[in-house]
């Protein structure tokens, strides 16, 4: 059976050195891998623990140096643990030096009182939208399709007034949604300042949060279906802005909240 390319991407191996893993081509960007398969990776890190118990509840990753092509490290460790929850910090090296560092609560969750105040945008249906061909040179949006609502990649150097882009997405191949996988698409969007600016600018992710709202058995039950995305920056200045995110199901079901602080530059070269 072929082995999906995001399944080896954060594919991890015990070692004696620690949990070892490797970049893969499919799931480059720019500058070295995808954040959302690096974010991915370290989650998967922790779910393969011994001692992990429960759900993801939240993972906060802060990229802090470009990975290389090649092999890298994760090592976990439990900080502190309770009836309820876990937290975790989780560190990926490279060459003898740290590249990304993570935390992450895991717990267990139960039935309560439960409402939801955030609702799901109106739009379309991932079947009547056109899919969108990942741009050249960036090569893991080749692995997901798109159907962009609204906020498509600007590429006319024309100003947006708005940050805001909302589209479908799903692996291409297909494959069945699990944490990991929600965490890879938090990081989907493209830099919000691009739509303010017309086209791209140097920018770069330096540090995500995500927060999921569901559990194992709910993810499951949606398989391998769209998930409708969509992301607004709230501040661009002095270099900074910031992202907010929601991942929704086709029914509704708010799966995720993430946010993320961004750096950017004018232009290149400056």
């Known amino acids: 059976m072929t082995t999906h390319p995001f399944d080896s991407a954060i594919e991890l191996e015990e070692s004696d050195q620690g949990l070892l893993g490797r970049t893969v081509p499919e799931y480059a960007n720019m500058v070295g891998p995808f954040g959302g398969a690096t974010a991915a990776a370290l989650l998967r890190a922790v779910e393969l623990h011994p001692g992990r118990a429960g759900d993801p509840v939240a993972l906060t990753v802060n990229f ?40 992450a609560v895991f717990g267990i969750r139960r039935e309560t009182w439960s409402d939801a105040e955030t609702q799901i945008p109106d739009v379309p249906s991932p079947e009547s939208v056109d899919r969108t061909p990942g741009p050249e040179g ?25 940050s805001t882009t909302t589209l479908w997405v799903r692996h291409d191949p297909v494959r069945e949604l699990d944490f ?14 691009f739509l303010r600016r017309g086209g791209p600018v140097p920018a770069g992710t ?14 499951a039950r949606l398989g391998d279906d769209y998930v409708l995305a969509t992301a607004t ?37 400056s």
């Open 180 to 193: 990991s996988a929600l965490a890879a698409l938090s990081d989907v969007f493209y830099p919000r300042i």
């Open 233 to 269: 920056g709230q501040q661009f200045a002095r270099g900074y802005f910031d992202q907010t995110a929601q991942l929704w199901s086709r029914d509704g079901d708010l799966l995720v909240t993430s946010s993320q602080v961004v750096y950017y530059k004018d232009s290149f070269g």
């Open 206 to 219: 330096i540090s995500m949060t995500v927060y999921f709202h569901v559990d194992g058995a709910e993810l």
């Open 64 to 103: 802090a140096a470009p990975i290389a092509d090649g092999e890298f490290r994760i090592d976990t460790t439990l900080a502190r643990a309770n009836r309820s929850n876990q937290h975790w910090m989780i560190s990926l090296h490279q060459d003898g030096n740290v590249m990304s560092t993570a935390t």
């Open 138 to 162: 960036v090569r893991f949006l080749q692995n997901y399709d798109l159907r962009f609502v609204a906020g498509s990649p600007p590429a006319d150097g024309v100003a947006r007034p708005s």
